[in-house]
């Protein structure tokens, strides 16, 4: 198997993890979270989303996280902007990349969205007309990409469309959503292989849950078919509130640590960056879904004299 020498893992969590989470996580504590994840080398950082407050109440406080974050040499701060106003507000707060999403699922569209498919193009050439004179980067997201919970397997004539549209309106990466996990790795193979041929030039970013407990599984099958980044959420945080069944992200500690065992440079710090997920989890008062936040990594020794010991 022939896999990348070098892997990004672009952080979600901030954004798809907390944005399930129902009481209020400080503005202060999101900040200080957030600049533990630059300081463990992570680079690219989902970290909030512009949506209406009353629809997310978690992520009312996007422009002061962004304001108050630091931004080491070389970091990229992405933001959801599902709209113009959207858009409106991640330009003002200075966003690095704006990401623009719709699913492959017409009812998973209608349900996310409140719109359909076709109408939600029409709104992302309008989002690629307002940044057109911008700096701001613009990331193409395709939710569903794997499989509706309403539909079930989902048409490639369909994800293509969707994936030439972004394509054409000058959007320089594309995310595949696993939003439900149901990719398989053969279906990721098919699905990796089918855009590549028709969209050489365009860089695509593997999302995957972990409903299914193959996360993982899954972004090997990508890194053989030759893709080169993934998205992860700090813990495993995350879902989605308009798909049933969709539980949290692959893991970032157990992504980064997969690939550190394959091989793979990340530019992550592992133990670094499993404090911050411990943060996280202190924050929410509850246990994570992570397993190398709690294990530690493979070669962490532990005292032989304080190890229990069998008796009689």
Known sequence: MTVPNHVEIIEVGMRDGL??????????????????????????????SFVSPRAVPQLADAAQ??????????????????????VEGAIAAHADEIVVFLSASESHNQKNLNRSIERSMHDVAEIAAHVQETPILKKGAIACAFGCPFEGNINPE????????????????????????????????????????????????????????IGLVNVVAGLNA??????????????????????????????????????????????????????MESVLGRTLAGQVMK?????????????????G
């Open 226 to 279: 030759g893709v080169d980044s993934f998205e992860s959420s700090l813990g495993g945080l995350g879902g989605c509130p308009f798909a049933p069944g969709a539980s949290g992200n692959i893991c970032t500690e157990d992504l980064v640590y997969l690939m550190h065992e394959m091989g793979i440079q990340t530019g992550i710090d592992l133990e670094k960056l499993i404090q911050v997920s411990l943060r």
């Open 158 to 213: 369909t994800l293509l469309k969707i994936a030439t549209h972004f394509r054409s309106l000058g959007f320089q990466a594309l995310t595949l959503g696993d939003t439900t996990g149901m990719a398989t790795p053969p279906l990721v193979s098919q699905t990796v292989s089918m855009l590549r041929e028709h969209l050489p030039d365009v860089r695509l970013t593997l999302h995957f849950h972990n409903t299914r407990g």
């Open 295 to 311: 294990a530690g990594p493979r070669l962490r020794l532990h005292s032989y004299q304080n190890a229990a010991c069998a008796t």
């Open 65 to 86: 996280v962004l304001a108050g974050a630091k931004r080491p040499p070389g970091s990229r701060f992405a933001v959801l902007a599902p709209n113009i106003k959207g």
């Open 19 to 48: 944005q399930m989470e129902t009481d209020f996580v400080d503005t202060a504590i999101k900040i200080a979270l957030i600049d533990g994840l630059t300081d463990a080398g992570i680079q690219h950082i989902e970290a909030t």
